[in-house]
């Protein structure tokens, strides 16, 4: 069915509003994503099937967590795509960008990026703490924590750099071994956290808004993601990182997140996000400089730790 027309069969949109051409369909932001927008507001959000984001595992993660109030509403539509209403407020991505227009340290922008950051903590330990029965089916991982994902990666020059700092940087080698050998898979996970992909209302609750990634897993990914996205919105300022990284985190712990600031975890995450970042046709493509400022946060997690520190 044609996407206009599952829109209308939703009620989303008036058919005098599609005859007026106030209605639009375009591209989404992640691979295989649309969206559709009224009078230039978005309304829905539609994902298309891909091999490496089942809809029916993204539509399982959606409708538990939702119940939450934690992801965006799923849709009951007819035409095979997953649908969800678009959420109210703005994504993480979208308060940086407002606080890199104003950036000292006393402005508005900054203390609604703070909330957020704050509110994102506060969801994340309310992921955490779900029961592991609600779980999507089938169960996955929620992401690849194996570098021969890695090393199989397609034969390019940003491909190469990811191989050569994952064989010639020894505290990554060990990081990654520590990684597989504490694996759990016994709490609720989303996997993939980025700013575009967290959305924070004007009553400062966050939720979540790309689920391809998200069933049972290990907490302390998720921390990892969290706070390689606050320093993205932050722009790598390390007293802004720290400063937004401490709100996060004591939202985090006071809402009883089980989840632990582990080095091994951030390192590998970064190594994770450097492999998507090198594929030109992923959600997180970003060529060589996105590649070597994740490439660049895997050794930086490493050299501020002892190999001694990472194998404990």
Do not use: K
Not at 47 to 56: D, Q, T, V
Not at 116 to 137: F, I
Not at 154 to 172: C, P, Q, S, W
């Amino acid at each position: 069915m044609d996407i206009l027309a599952q829109a209308l069969e939703l009620g989303l949109v008036t058919r005098t509003e599609v005859e007026r051409g106030l209605v639009a369909a375009g591209p989404g932001a992640g691979t295989g994503q649309r969206v559709v927008a009224l009078r230039g507001r978005i309304v829905a959000t539609v994902r298309e099937a891909a091999p490496s984001a089942p809809i029916a595992h993204e539509r399982a993660a959606l409708e538990a967590l939702a119940a939450d109030d934690l992801a965006a509403p799923v849709l009951p539509s007819t035409d095979g795509r997953l649908w969800t209403a678009a959420l109210a407020g703005r994504t993480l991505a979208e308060l940086s960008a407002a606080h890199h227009w104003a950036p000292t340290a006393g402005d508005s922008a900054l203390a609604d990026l703070t909330a957020g950051c704050v509110a994102l903590g506060t969801s994340l330990a309310a992921v955490h703490r779900l029961p592991a029965d609600r779980r999507p089916r089938p169960d996955v991982p929620c992401t690849a924590i194996s570098t021969r994902s890695v090393r199989n990666a397609r034969d390019t020059a940003l491909g190469a750099e990811i191989r050569h700092a994952l064989d010639a940087d020894r505290g990554i080698r060990v990081a990654a071994e520590t990684v597989r050998e504490r694996w759990s898979d016994r709490n609720w996970t989303i996997g993939r956290i980025a700013p575009e992909n967290v959305s924070v209302d004007v009553f400062w609750r966050a939720r979540f808004t790309d689920l391809g990634s998200a069933g049972l897993g290990d907490p302390d990914w998720d921390v990892a993601a969290c706070l390689a996205s606050i320093a993205l919105v932050a722009d790598s300022v390390p007293a802004t990182v720290a400063w937004l990284s401490e709100h996060f985190w004591n939202s985090y712990r006071r809402c009883g997140g089980p989840g632990r600031v582990r080095p091994q975890m951030q390192a590998m995450y970064a190594i994770d996000a450097a492999w998507r970042a090198a594929d030109p046709a992923a959600q997180d493509a970003g060529g060589g400089p996105r590649v070597r400022w994740w490439l660049d946060r895997a050794h930086r997690v490493v050299a501020r730790t002892s190999v001694q520190g990472l194998a404990a």
